[in-house]
């Protein structure tokens, strides 16, 4: 497949159809980002949202493992790539793991062939109209994030990090890149924020607690809301199951569903 990516006229298309695109980013990897997004985008296609989730973590693509669709080819050319299409047509998933023949296959590209590849995901990905486009950005403030941004022209961000200091010294970078690029903040989600124990019902912070929060009012951005650590969220999505759907009790859930409502708010 040549990678030239879309031209300026065809992006056009795609994007005026779609009413809000939402970027995740995160400063920092493993604190959730790609859990965040996917389940965000489960749980708006749940609510009825015709939504798009495109994955453009090129090296580390998790979104088709946790959505269980890792074996889904596209078909369609290099013009018309076709997503991956979930809950009664509500949910179309793109990921650069769907072009690859081989499911462990690892992508080795430079610089100028990404930016190729983000745009060709977002100006040639069959969405048609959509509510929401959500996009899984990979980590940091570099060349990939700078190209999503650039090309798919998000309407907000939403930046996840985790309490700890450690977490929010880098994800603050974040904020500081999206005020840089004038790209508006849709706000702060503190992901594994205290962990209560399912037997005694007693809360730890094992990353800490509120570093998100106190991230989000010293930088003057909104605050969404924190989700708990909570060990469903690993057994789902190894199984390719979704946190948002499979569970529908309990604190998580209740804080998960807090967000969307929140982001819908806005
Ligand atoms: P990132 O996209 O920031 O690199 P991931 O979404 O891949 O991070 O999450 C990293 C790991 O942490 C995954 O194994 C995921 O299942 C787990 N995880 C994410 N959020 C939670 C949470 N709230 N509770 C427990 N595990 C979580």
Not at 39 to 61: M, Q, R, S
Not at 242 to 263: D, L, P, R, W, Y
Request: proline share 5%; net charge negative; aromatic share 6%.
């Amino acid at each position: 497949m040549a990678h030239q990516g879309a031209d300026e006229k065809r992006l056009e298309e795609t994007l005026s159809v779609i009413k809000h695109k939402l970027v995740v980013l995160s400063g920092k990897g493993g604190v959730g980002k790609s859990t965040v997004a996917v389940n965000l985008a489960v749980g708006l296609a749940i609510k009825g949202f015709n939504t798009g989730l495109l994955d453009t973590d090129l090296h580390g693509p998790s979104v088709p493992k946790m959505l269980g669709v890792e074996k889904f080819l596209t078909s369609g050319d290099e013009t018309h790539l076709e997503p991956a299409v979930l809950y009664d047509g509500k949910l179309k998933a793109m990921s650069i793991q769907f072009m690859l023949q081989n499911l462990h296959d690892s992508v080795i590209w430079r610089g100028p062939l990404k930016h190729s590849i983000i745009s060709q995901f977002i100006g040639h990905t069959v969405w048609g109209k959509l509510d929401y486009l959500i996009i899984d950005s990979p980590p940091g403030t570099g060349d990939e994030p700078l190209s999503v941004i650039q090309t798919a022209r998000p309407d907000a961000a939403i930046v996840v990090t985790t309490p700890q200091e450690v977490a929010t010294f880098d994800v603050r970078k974040s904020i500081d890149f999206c005020e840089k690029m004038n790209l508006p903040l849709a706000g702060v989600i503190e992901n594994m924020s205290g962990f209560i124990c399912p037997h005694c019902g007693e809360e730890t912070a094992i990353f800490s607690t509120g570093g998100g929060r106190r991230m989000a009012q010293d930088c003057g951005v909104p605050f969404l809301g924190t989700i708990p650590i909570d060990p469903g969220f690993v057994l789902n999505s190894d199984q390719g199951k979704t946190f948002v759907e499979h569970v529908t009790e309990g604190k998580s859930m209740e804080a998960i569903a807090s967000v969307i409502e929140n982001i819908v708010k806005r």
